[in-house]
């Protein structure tokens, strides 16, 4: 069967269901950009107002490369994966370093920039200038693995070649922005994990293989995966009522950047009741809280009044345990 009548099956299906979303009513490259990096690894909904509150603020490639880094890790600040945010700024110094602004206009320049890998330059490519590039997020991994029944594991090097050589195979070369804009959306609203009876009534059932062999449960193939490390993490809250010490996070490490209370890292017997699980880890964290008159003097720390805690960038696990620490001191 023909891709010229999968893409009018797939472009049809995304006429009636696509969601309203503000980055895709624009061409502006920088917009779009924005989207994708705040997206990596983070929800749509959840990723809309961050999305907005960092338009609203830097409106522009200029106005965020000339923003503090620490400013920008604050408006950050909950969608984890930092190193996200760093490479944000980066790329943003970058492009008005090499003259590029408003912004790049390659595929070649997008990609070189920090925090950029293929997909998301070939998202921007596609969606900012309608150039014929892929956008091979997991949810298009998912229906690509499906629509040719593809059990090979795509998260390894092997596979993603193979992949990216299967998509270029499907892609609409004279129409990339709708093609890639349909797809990711198709998986991301129908095509899901969980498939239930969506495949009965795919709009793209003639045109996968999976369905024909019973074997779309099943896909795609994830590498195995690695084992989660324990840590254990003991806060020191010192406190003198209105007053309290905080440190930036230094080490190339989670959180880089990242302010909390001074910490020591090391299992004990005592409990531990915060819980904080990241991609490989399984954080123990407690937070012991020291009132004094004087605040002690810690090498890398500042002294600072608690309501002044929301000017900084904090970690996730500290602004967790926060409510209960406001209480205590």
């Known amino acids: 069967m023909s891709n010229s009548l999968l893409h009018r099956h797939l472009y049809e299906w995304y006429e009636t269901n696509r969601r309203a979303l503000p980055w895709r009513e624009t061409e502006d490259p920088y917009a779009i950009w924005l989207s994708e990096i705040i997206l990596q690894q983070t929800r749509v909904l959840q ?6 509150r960092f338009m609203a603020r830097w409106p522009n490639v200029e106005a965020l490369a000339a923003a503090d880094e620490a400013d920008v890790l604050r408006e950050w600040q909950g969608l984890g994966y930092y190193s996200r945010a760093r490479n944000l700024h980066k790329a943003a110094q970058l492009i008005v370093e090499r003259g590029w602004v408003p912004f790049p206009k390659t595929f070649d320049e997008i990609r070189a920039l920090p925090g950029v890998g293929d997909y998301t330059a070939g998202a921007i490519a596609s969606f900012a200038y309608d150039l014929p590039y892929p956008a091979m997020d997991g949810n298009v991994y998912r229906v690509v693995a499906r629509l040719l029944d593809i059990d090979e594991a795509f998260d390894t090097s092997a596979g993603k070649k ?7 195979t499907l892609l609409d070369r004279e129409h990339p922005r709708l093609f890639n804009s349909a797809i990711m959306e198709f998986g991301a609203l129908y095509c899901t994990p969980s498939l239930g009876d969506n495949c009965a009534h795919c709009p793209l059932q003639a045109h996968c293989a999976a369905y024909a062999h019973g074997t779309a449960e099943l896909l795609p193939v994830r590498k195995p995966r690695p084992k989660v490390r324990d840590r254990w993490f003991t806060y020191h809250v010192y406190t003198d009522g209105e ?14 950047h990242l302010y909390e209370f001074p910490c020591t890292e090391g299992q004990t017997d005592d ?10 880890q399984k954080l123990h964290a407690r937070f012991m809280v020291h009132r004094v008159q004087k605040m002690p003097e810690i090498p890398g720390t500042i002294v600072i009044r608690w309501d002044e805690l929301n000017e900084y960038a904090l970690s996730r696990l500290t602004l967790r345990a926060l409510d209960t620490l406001r209480h205590k001191a």
């Open 47 to 52: 990723g809309l107002d961050y999305w907005r």
């Open 271 to 280: 409990k531990y009741p915060f819980t904080h699980v990241l991609s490989h």
């Open 243 to 256: 007053h309290t010490i905080i440190q930036r996070r230094e080490a190339k490490d989670i959180w880089y």
């Open 162 to 168: 193979l992949f990216h050589k299967q998509i270029e």
